[in-house]
């Protein structure tokens, strides 16, 4: 929860930076500054919501409820608390039913748990991909902090990729390789997609582990931004077959 609480100051410390709520977001096409404010706030809300309502088989009415229901100021001086109060929300409720309480999330459960702990280390990925959002349309983007994101890739792995439904092409394997010193390799077969830490790229660490298909290397920070669709996969060194990460990008497994 601290991550969060530090993701969202920096955040909010760029809204409140901010000439202009409407410049554009260049890493997300479509959306102003101010939308970008309204997603992550709302998404805050929205999760308090879920957190909350506890176990369910769909998104709680409670969360549909305020989303539907979301009210942001437009004058730039209260944005800043109202991020801070859509923060403060999300904590609450966190802190209130504990890690491992159940509730509703959209991804498997197969390698992230549906509970609120599962939330809240998916929200600080959230919080810290579009804190980066907005430095870049500020003209200032920072690296994500290290922690953040050596936990960030696997989070995505775990959260965004593992899925039980059958991968649709020829069996094979990506590994990502983080310049501080972690490694996954993600398997894609009949049985779906999981992941798991592999030993860091050396000689010795290499023994007994088939070549992947295509390896990705990059610091933690770089591996995030690209499985968040920011930056191309050019922008990192490639081994193997490049081809297989389109595959990968457009395979839309149901979770």
């Given amino acids: 929860m601290r991550l969060i609480d530090e993701r969202s100051t920096a955040f909010r410390a760029v809204v409140a930076a901010a000439p202009d709520l409407d410049a554009q977001v260049p890493t997300c096409p479509d959306w102003t500054l101010f939308d970008l404010v309204k997603h992550l706030g709302g998404g805050d809300r929205f999760w308090a919501a879920i957190v ?131 490694s996954w390799r993600l398997t894609v077969d009949g049985d779906g997609a999981r992941s798991t830490r592999i030993p860091a790229p050396t000689a010795a660490a290499g023994e007994g582990l088939d070549a992947a298909g295509v390896s990705i290397h990059g610091t933690a920070g770089e591996l995030v931004i690209y499985l968040y669709d920011r930056i191309p996969a050019e922008s990192l060194r490639l081994e193997g077959d490049p081809g297989l990460l389109d595959l990968l990008r457009a395979w839309e497994p149901g979770h």
Avoid at 58 to 75: Q, T
Avoid at 100 to 106: G, L, P, Y
Avoid at 161 to 176: E, G, I, L, R, Y
């Fill in 52 to 182: 909350a309502a506890g176990p369910a088989d769909g998104p709680p009415a409670e969360a549909v409820a305020a989303r539907a229901a979301l009210e942001v100021p437009r004058e730039p001086e209260a944005l800043p608390a109202w991020l801070a109060a859509s923060t403060q929300l999300l904590l609450s409720a966190l802190r209130e039913v504990g890690p491992d309480a159940d509730c509703w999330a959209w991804w498997s459960g197969l390698q992230t748990p549906r509970t609120a702990g599962g939330v809240a280390r998916h929200r600080v990925q959230e919080s810290a991909v579009h804190t980066y959002d907005a430095q870049l349309a500020a003209g200032a983007p920072q690296p994500l902090p290290v922690g953040v994101a050596l936990d960030g890739v696997e989070e995505f792995l775990f959260t965004c990729v593992a899925s039980p439904s059958a991968w649709p092409h020829k069996p094979t394997t990506f590994d990502f390789h983080a310049t501080e010193g972690r």
